[in-house]
């Protein structure tokens, strides 16, 4: 059952969809087609599912790991940011004099951005017994201003007329496409690759199993001389770097630059991910399908029936809450305790 529960919150939230949908003034069967079936009806919206699902993807095993070791990195968004800033430097500082060669620099570039910005709560929590959640959390919007601040500042394109973007990439600062007439590039292998590393780490490695071991039960893990600290940063070093790789694959895939929106919060989107494909390569892809497929939705509600794209949000929030509603049922039964009889008497209490 804990297996089957997120199919069955996936379930419960088409229905409540549908009943959403009808209080939109929408026919429910011609929303949820809309929504899980149109965007997916051809080729190219294939692609742009697989386009969509990578980052995801990467981010989710990144943040899995860490969960696995009760070590809670809820700042991937900022470290996808971090990744982007760094990676996305790189294709700026070789405008007009760049090769093929500098994109392995920009992906590495990439992922120890986000490493180093990752480093940060996990230095905090190591060293002073901050909590990561709110070290992480808040570092999202530090990476935010240095965003904003970049592509407003000195990487403003000089001939974008002062909007906050920054030059168009080059060609070698493109990932390479992997159909033709397609968005898809090379981050879906990433991804492919990333999933199997993961599983490799977290069900067939004993770092991994020390990982566990350190989340399920500190106390053993001490006695067996597992190190929390260790799992801290390992956990951070692999889900920021990870991150930071998805910002990469950002910025260098569909966007092509820099801008102050391009951030369409996977690294959020990511936990969610986490959790319902529980902390699972495979699960974890699932789910990363079906998250992709509610982003493709949102737009597709937004240009077929005019519906606000703040319905994917809806959507996402109705999965988390009812995979979590099934998890409580799973691991506790409801009882109904009936109240014991009113005494009269009150040498009926004393006896």
């Not at 990561?132 to 919007?141: H, K, Q, R």
């Not at 600062?173 to 990333?194: C, D, K, Y």
């Not at 399920?216 to 940063?233: E, K, P």
């Not at 902390?279 to 079906?290: D, I, K, Q």
Request: proline share 5%; aromatic share 10%; with cysteine.
């Amino acid at each position: 059952m804990r297996f089957a529960a997120p199919v069955l919150a996936a379930g419960a939230t088409v229905i409540l969809g549908a009943v959403l949908f009808a209080a939109l003034g929408t026919n429910p069967l011609t929303g949820l087609y809309a929504f899980f079936i149109q965007p997916i009806s051809d080729l190219d919206g294939v692609a742009e599912l697989g386009l969509k699902a990578a980052p995801l993807i990467i981010i989710g095993i990144g943040l899995s790991v860490g969960f696995r070791g009760n070590v809670w990195n809820i700042g991937a968004e900022g470290q996808l940011l971090m990744g982007a800033i760094c990676g996305g430097g790189v294709a700026l500082a070789f405008h007009g004099e760049g090769g093929l060669w500098v994109m392995p620099i920009m992906i590495l570039a990439g992922a120890l951005g986000g490493m180093a910005w990752a480093a940060i709560p996990a230095l905090l929590r190591t060293r002073f017994n901050v909590n990561e959640i709110l070290t992480s959390l808040l570092l999202t919007y530090v990476a935010l201003h240095v965003l904003n601040y970049m592509v407003r500042g000195p990487w403003t394109d000089p001939d974008g007329q002062n909007f906050p973007e920054t030059r168009l990439f080059e060609d070698w600062g493109l990932l390479p496409i992997l159909i033709e007439g397609t968005r898809l590039n090379v981050s879906a292998i990433f991804a492919i690759l990333v999933v199997i590393a993961g599983w490799a780490f977290m069900l067939r490695s004993f770092e991994g199993f020390k990982v566990n071991v350190v989340g399920q039960a500190l106390d053993a893990a001490r006695y067996a001389g597992f190190s929390q600290r260790r799992t801290v940063w390992i956990s951070f070093m692999v889900s920021g770097g990870l991150a930071g790789l998805a910002g990469l694959a950002e910025v260098a895939g569909p966007v092509g630059q820099l801008n102050a929106t391009f951030a369409p919060g996977y690294g959020f989107a990511a936990i969610i991910i986490a959790f319902l494909g529980r902390l699972h390569p495979v699960g974890v892809t699932v789910a990363s399908l079906l998250m992709a497929l509610m982003f493709l939705g949102g737009e597709s509600l937004q240009m077929n029936l005019h519906l606000p794209k703040a319905v994917t949000g809806v959507f996402q929030g109705m999965l988390l809450f009812l995979v979590l509603a099934s998890d409580v049922l799973i691991r506790y039964r409801i009882r109904i305790v009936r109240p014991l009889p009113a005494i009269s008497d009150p040498t009926e209490a004393s006896g």
